[in-house]
């Protein structure tokens, strides 16, 4: 990785005592950042779905990933990697979202039940045409689920499907009545009716899942919530196929028809480049690259706030909530990778990604009840990467969803914070330092901070007003280069480490943050 930055880079400064902006790097004689927050003013839950995942038949997510079968040399618990599951089980995900993305819109769930060797084959279109030979389907991961302790969140197939085969589904999945489908997966070996939350109807339905324009979408999706229904206690939470980042219109036309249907609208933003052309290697970056990738992963808090104004429009109440059920970074696949798995390597500027998105969503979880982060495993930025030979390595990404499970449904502390900032490329504006905090059910306060600057360490004050502790404890994620990441030879490169660098003096908090590390405290009497 080169280590330069370039002029496109200026920093700026926020803090009258700062030093003057200068040109290609940041102010030598700032290094400090305050924070401010009071206790009392902890009243929006974080709801630990904001922390959720997504699964898609893609590459080697499904297959090679989460599942080998139960014949495999690879060590499996009936089918599933149990070296895959134990890392997935310290997540504490809360729900899993499943069979795409654009999968999901050319899935025929039928072609997924019953004996392994009965089941038909198909051609993965969107994803390099891989054979899929359905041994993973309906039952395989709604089991999961339950070995997870998560909450399923099926993609319902509209772009090429019927209404009749997504109500079947659901009927399939949920009832426990002497109905037609009820029977067929007791046939299929499962008794009891699974517990099935989360429906979405259709995915990407302007794009892969369909080419739809939204008008056309939003009579499609009325239809299509009618016949999915409630069966014995199941509930279900109808999703509506949402927007792509800046597309106001697809929310504000859904918004406008078809609100009083659904529960919830997607939207799907992404880290990235561009659709066309290299979107760039995860692993060989310059400074510029990586500022600038922090720059396009924080704007959206503005995409957020944009397609939450047009929601609270139609929807005071906030009954309708908006689910971001794709996010995270996407990189050109790994040189001699299959073209279409969208495999791809993780660095600690993917880390980087977690934790200032993280420090986002906590702040608009009024509207904001979930997000998915795209995707588990081996595909985009994947919480775990596996090979055949029965390695499996965690990401830097996967380290900064553990450091964060203490924030799942704590009571999010809203902060202001004081940090230098710099220009990056394409005139975004990137804070130094970015923060977040949470007090759990047993007062513990939890600060997570990133300094994602690359040269200085920042020295940090922390006033939480009506703070009663007596110790701080913490872990920290850093390494010695920004693109350093794990490998099956070195899968320890990038990994938390006990943090010492805080101290607590009559309630204010001082910390002195390394530079590109990201740390969480915990705060306790
Ligand atoms: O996550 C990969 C793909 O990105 C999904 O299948 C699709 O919904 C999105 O375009």
């Not at 206790?39 to 989460?66: M, N, R, V, W």
């Not at 999915?228 to 206690?233: L, M």
């Not at 775990?384 to 499996?392: P, S």
């Not at 330092?433 to 901070?449: E, Q, R």
Request: net charge negative.
């Amino acid at each position: 990785m080169k280590s330069f930055i370039t002029c496109s880079l200026i920093a700026i400064s926020v803090m009258t005592a700062h030093a003057e902006p200068g040109i290609g790097t940041l102010p030598a004689a700032q290094k400090s950042a305050t924070i401010n927050g009071s206790i009392s003013d902890a009243k929006q839950i974080i709801p630990k779905e904001i922390y959720g995942q997504f699964a898609e038949h893609l590459g080697t997510c499904i297959y090679g990933g989460l599942w080998v079968g139960e014949n495999s040399n690879i060590p499996n618990t009936n089918g599933y990697r149990t070296d895959v599951l134990n890392a997935l089980k310290d997540l504490k995900i809360p729900v899993l979202r499943w069979p795409g993305g654009c999968f999901a819109d050319e899935y025929h769930w039928m072609d997924g039940i019953g004996p392994k060797e009965n089941r038909p084959k198909m051609v993965n279109n969107n994803w390099g045409g891989t054979i899929e030979d359905n041994s993973f389907g309906t039952h395989e991961f709604l089991n999961l689920c339950e070995m997870l302790n998560c909450e399923p969140y099926i993609s319902g197939n509209v772009g090429s499907g019927t209404v009749e085969e997504l109500a079947k589904w659901v009927e399939y999945m949920t009832s426990d009545g002497d109905s037609p489908m009820a029977n067929l997966r007791r046939k299929n070996g499962r008794d009891k009716a699974w517990k099935v939350k989360y429906l979405g109807v259709g995915n990407e339905s302007w794009g892969c899942g369909g080419d739809m324009r939204p008008e056309y979408y939003a009579d499609l999706y009325r239809r299509y919530a009618v016949y999915c229904r409630n069966y014995d206690d199941n509930r279900l939470y109808k999703v509506a196929s949402g927007a792509s980042d800046y597309d106001y219109n697809w929310t504000e036309v859904l918004m406008d028809r078809a609100r009083r249907q659904m529960h919830g609208l997607s939207l799907h933003y992404y880290t990235v480049k561009g659709w066309s052309g290299s979107k760039g290697s995860a692993t060989q970056f310059d400074n510029d690259d990586y500022y600038w990738t922090l720059g396009k992963c924080r704007e959206v808090e503005d995409v957020l706030k944009k397609h939450i104004a047009i929601m609270d429009k139609h929807d005071p109440q906030k009954r309708v909530n908006l689910l971001l059920d794709e996010w995270g970074t996407w990189w050109d696949e790994e040189p001699g990778t299959i073209r279409g798995h969208l495999y791809q390597q993780n660095t600690l500027r993917d880390a980087f990604v977690a934790s200032l998105s993280f420090d986002i969503f906590h702040k608009y979880t009024e509207r904001l009840t979930m997000a998915n982060i795209a995707q588990i495993a081996n595909v985009l930025q994947s919480m775990v990467l596996t090979n055949d030979k029965g390695q499996m390595v965690l990401t830097p990404t996967y380290h900064v969803f553990k450091m964060y499970t203490v924030h799942q449904d704590a009571m999010h502390i809203p902060l202001d914070i004081n940090a230098d900032k710099m220009i990056v490329r394409d005139n975004r504006i990137l804070p130094m330092v970015s923060a977040t905090a949470s007090k759990d059910k047993n007062g513990v306060v939890h600060i997570s901070l990133s300094n994602v600057d690359l040269a200085n360490e920042q020295d940090i004050t922390i006033n939480l007003t009506d703070l009663k502790a007596k110790t701080v404890t913490g872990e920290v994620l850093t390494s010695k280069n920004i693109d350093d990441h794990n490998t099956f030879d070195n899968p320890n490169i990038v990994n938390i480490k006990e943090f010492k660098g805080a101290k607590l003096n009559k309630g204010t908090l001082q910390v002195k943050l390394p530079a590109k590390s990201i740390v969480t405290l915990r705060v306790e009497n």
